[in-house]
């Protein structure tokens, strides 16, 4: 397992795998990685030749106020999961060379990109556009892998993909979950013993929803409506940014149920703050 | 010669080069093509296996008030001087299939998209960094070919490669002129005989600048007056949208005359617009 840190020198390697006809297949991450992490890689794995994984933690996709700072950082661990995956490459970028002085440029998604996660963190889905496509041209994968936890990020990053005529397939893997439900996520390490046992509110939130919907309700403001009630009902959810049925291209809410739909939370649990999703569909006859 | 519109089959066979190790160089033109188009056909000639040229008047560069609508079109003139050329590719894909319903994605780059013909044009380079990036994606070359004419334009594309990683090199050509000056632009076809006559005034008064800092001035605003004074002495000259000295990285204005520096002229000719330029150094001993 190789380690590079250098952009230009990443490229060369790709350049070189891309010329020998080796397929690529790319795992972006942000460190600090878990089973979710690993899924990708193994999915990568059955796919592709050369495994490469990047651990960037990306300062353009937060804002001033929330966690870049603080957030989780494995260096030592992440190397261990990752030679134990057999990963070919690990790219671990500086800031100071994925943003020198005088980056000037910025690639954004309209619309879905001011939805849910968007509207509550306005250049999130912006700093993710932007470094995502500097990753890819750098990297030259034919595969890349994404976790559907994150879904609107899912969503905006194949939007980029098509929309700009990158040459690289998006494949979506499944949310991989705790034992009790709680989706997986670097951030669940902030969470203290009682708000980890109260976080598992949001998965039994979704599953409550559904259950609600495949029982033949049709009026997505009640699901709302019981998704909220559930949430507050525990002491330890101290806000919701959203939680409801929403189309799930659009991420406009949804008033009557009828297709493919997404079930979607953001909550703070204390200070932390956490997502969850699930995708269903519901064939209703007219 | 062969004509490509589709952009996953531009795609697959760039892709195909790419494997077999040959160089592509690629020239963006919006038709309409002169010798100054042509002639970075054949520097790309010079220095690559492939030449692709694409034709595309891209529509998200026009203002809602300009003229993409009557922009002067020529395919087959265009088809017979590439052939002449002994060019490989045509690329020229239709609008609908650049900008497909439900495009969200734009490439914008800050400050210097702003000023000169940025501050006139206000989502001109928006549109500009937008399809670059797209075509580039597409046609996959190793050197891109543009024009110095267009030297903001040249200096955003750069931007744009450096920021997002882009392995491209950006080459820029000098600007060809008519005999009299008159830089060439698919957009002097607008002008009638008078206008035409009229419009050498734009060269004139670029030589004339840089003849007079030569000559020791180094008050900045003295040049641009002179400048101003020059080309509204011209009846045929409707408007002045900047003319002047700048900085030839941050396109601000100067005050000072020293080291590099961009003398620029934006003129109305009756309802067209045009642009021109040269770059000079200019050492002071301080």
Redesign the interface.
Known sequence: MEIIRI?RIM?DTS?DY??R?RKIGFVPTMGALHEGHLSLVRRAKQENDIIIVSIFVNPIQFGHSEDFYKYPRDIEGDNEKLQREEVDIIFMPEISSMYPEG??????????SERLCGAIRPDHFKGV??VV??LF??V?PDRAYFGQKDYQQTVVVN??VK?????VEIIVCPTIRERDGLAMSSRNAYLDKSQREASIVIYKCLIEASELIKSGIIDAGYIKKIMHERLLKEPAVSGIDYAGVYDHTTFNELSEINGDLLLAVAVKIGETRLIDNILINVKRKR
Do not use: C, R, S
């Not at 929309?163 to 040459?167: A, E, I």
């Open positions: 952009p490229q350049d891309v010329l006809g980056f000037l440029t910025h690639v954004k998604v309209e619309k879905i556009a932007t496509t500097k041209n750098i030259k939007q980029v929309d700009l005529d990158m040459d």
